[in-house]
């Protein structure tokens, strides 16, 4: 309740159209009256809303501080674009490519990139990142969650491209890499040299059997990134903030 009357200008209303649960669709105006973000009113949609709106959990300010005004990033698993739509308010200069795989949360995103009239600086893929181009088996519940299977859910082929693919859609020049894509980012990871124009990566890292934060940190060494910090969740899953 707090986060939504501190971060929200329209507080009050949301917490009534909150209790109304799988009811319509949520809009969050954000408190500086810079934008809102739309939703369903799922707690799945729900999360990233607050994290990044609420808790800034990317810590965006800090994040973006040194690099271009006209910096170039890549979202991958940018869910209903909470962060991609965060970035280009703050920098409006910036362009995003922003990659979703599921195709019911990539037309939330859409709709956020409309609702705040960034489309031009903000582009679009209903697509997956992945180890291979081509398409891959996606779980989604079409309920805009950023957490997919449950209930409902229902198993659909997406198309997939590789992390490379992703860079050069952007151009070649990336500053700056998001990655949340629970627990897939492990299969994305997979050649550092690929990594070379990149400046700056924030990475949620989940908890996958056979996997480990270890593994990330070897590859990005590797790639001549250095974890500069380090925020744990629990002892297997958490966010990195790595830098070169």
Known sequence: MGQTLRAFDNGFQLLGDLARYGG???????????????????????????????????????????????????????HIGCFSVALALARPRARVHAWEASPSTARWLCRNLELNAIGDRVVPHATAVSDHHGTLSFVDNDQGSALNGGPGATTVEVPCVT????????????????????????????????????????????????????????????AGLCLREREEATARQGTAWLER
């Open 163 to 222: 992390v490379a693919e992703t860079f050069a859609a952007a151009g070649g020049r990336v500053d700056l890499v998001k990655i949340d894509t629970e627990g897939a980012e492990y299969a994305m990871l997979t050649d550092p040299a690929d990594w070379a124009a990149v400046q700056r990566v924030v990475l949620e890292y989940h908890d996958v059997p056979g996997h480990d934060f270890a593994e990330i940190a070897a590859f990005f060494t590797a």
């Open 24 to 78: 319509a669709p949520l809009e969050f105006q954000l408190r500086d009256g810079s934008g809102t973000i739309a939703c369903p009113n799922f707690p799945g949609a729900r999360v990233p809303v607050y994290e990044v709106f609420a808790e800034d959990a990317y810590r965006i300010g800090a994040l973006t501080d040194g690099l271009p005004e006209d910096l170039v990033a890549v979202d991958i698993g940018a």
